[in-house]
């Protein structure tokens, strides 16, 4: 079966990024941004842009009553996951294909408590460099969507379905056969990058030169690529330095996610990310003590605001 619809939840970075990428190439009633009344007026007035140009953006509101997606795309905060799963209902019937782009290494599983894991495919957005500030978002590198199934080695119809319209819509991607190898293996980047970043106070610069910076991002990444195999995911070296070249390929002026939250002193991740590390440290016995200093130190930014 053909993807012709999709619905997607959430307007943040990555939102607007593929959101503005596929409004460029499908009609616009078949993709739908799901948003309350409220949003929807202030994203009308406001308007919202990516990379100087005005999105015209077909909104619908959860109560609306209409055909489900064949696609739907969750891009919200993880603080606002089990909110969006309600809102999303009349968007999912028997053939929904459901993704997320969200951080961390726990969505997929919740949101498939509530629509059953036959509809998800695992999903890691990776490589872009996106920075928005308020309605503004701006992107030099839009990076890729990693897709597959949950079970290794096996590429499903639903894959195969996902692949051939994300080639159509000339979307990057790739698909892996071992994507919970690779949501791991991004969780680890994510809990490096985007604490480090935001600690230190700069952008994506400070971790592409040698110093204290780019020593504690790789410290930190490494205590969960020792957790990983406890995990029977099995990270190694090479891993850390795949995502090294992928980081030394972004724009230096760029900032990920986390730091832009500190910025605008919204509550960040921080119990996504170090916070899982820390626990998973307490399970298997393995000292995490630089992801403990970077949950302690973005906690005390926070409760400054």
């Given at each position: 079966m053909?993807?012709?619809?999709?619905s997607?939840i959430?307007?943040g970075a990555?939102?607007?990024?593929?959101?503005n990428h596929?409004?460029?190439?499908?009609?616009?009633?078949?993709?739908?941004?799901?948003?309350?009344?409220?949003?929807?007026i202030?994203?009308?007035?406001?308007?919202?842009?990516?990379?100087?140009?005005?999105?015209?953006?077909?909104f619908?509101?959860?109560?609306?009553i209409?055909?489900?997606?064949d696609?739907?795309i969750f891009?919200?905060?993880?603080s606002?996951?089990?909110?969006a799963?309600s809102?999303?209902?009349?968007h999912?019937?028997?053939?929904t294909?459901i993704?997320s782009?969200?951080?961390?290494?726990t969505?997929?599983?919740i949101?498939g408590?509530?629509?059953?894991m036959?509809?998800?495919?695992?999903?890691?957005?990776?490589?872009?460099d996106a920075?928005?500030?308020?309605n503004r978002?701006t992107?030099h590198?839009?990076?890729?969507?990693?897709?597959?199934?949950?079970?290794?080695?096996?590429?499903?119809e639903n894959?195969?379905?996902l692949?051939?319209?994300?080639?159509?819509?000339?979307l990057?991607?790739?698909?892996?056969?071992?994507?919970k190898?690779r949501i791991?293996s991004k969780?680890?980047?994510?809990?490096?990058?985007n604490q480090?970043?935001?600690v230190?106070?700069?952008n994506?610069?400070?971790?592409h030169?040698?110093g204290?910076?780019?020593?504690?991002?790789i410290?930190a990444m490494?205590?969960?690529?020792?957790?990983?195999e406890?995990e029977?995911i099995?990270?190694?070296?090479?891993?850390?330095?795949?995502?090294l070249d992928?980081?030394n390929?972004?724009?230096p002026d760029?900032?990920?996610s986390m730091?832009?939250?500190i910025e605008?002193?919204?509550?960040?991740?921080?119990d996504?990310?170090?916070?899982t590390?820390?626990?998973?440290?307490?399970?298997?016995?393995i000292?995490?003590p630089?992801?403990?200093?970077?949950?302690?130190k973005i906690?005390e930014?926070?409760?400054?605001y």
């Open positions: 053909e993807i012709k619809s999709v997607i959430g307007l990555l939102g607007v990024l593929f959101g596929l409004a460029s190439r499908m009609p616009k009633e078949n993709l739908r941004f799901i948003a309350d009344e409220e949003r929807i202030k994203y009308k007035k406001d308007k919202v842009y990516c990379n100087g140009n005005s999105c015209e953006f077909n619908v509101t959860p109560e609306e209409l055909k489900p997606a696609l739907l891009a919200v905060k993880y606002g996951l089990k909110d799963i809102a999303v209902r009349n999912v019937g028997e053939n294909i993704i782009v969200l951080n961390g290494i969505s997929e599983a949101i408590e509530t629509y059953g036959n509809k998800i495919l695992y999903c890691v957005a990776q490589g872009m920075v928005k500030e308020g978002l992107y590198n839009m990076g890729v969507l990693v897709i597959g199934d949950g079970e290794p080695g096996i590429k499903s894959t195969m379905r692949e051939d319209f994300f080639s159509k819509m000339d990057p991607h790739e698909v892996d056969t071992s994507m190898k791991f969780f680890m980047l994510n809990v490096g990058v480090t970043v935001a230190y106070g700069s994506y610069s400070i971790i030169q040698e204290i910076a780019r020593d504690t991002m410290a490494r205590e969960v690529m020792y957790i990983s406890k029977g099995n990270l190694t070296e090479d891993d850390i330095h795949y995502w992928i980081l390929k972004l724009s760029g900032k990920p730091r832009q939250d605008a002193k919204r509550h960040s991740e921080v996504l990310f170090s916070g590390v820390i626990e998973f440290g307490k399970k298997h016995g000292p995490t630089v992801n403990q200093m970077l949950y302690d906690k930014i926070e409760n400054t």
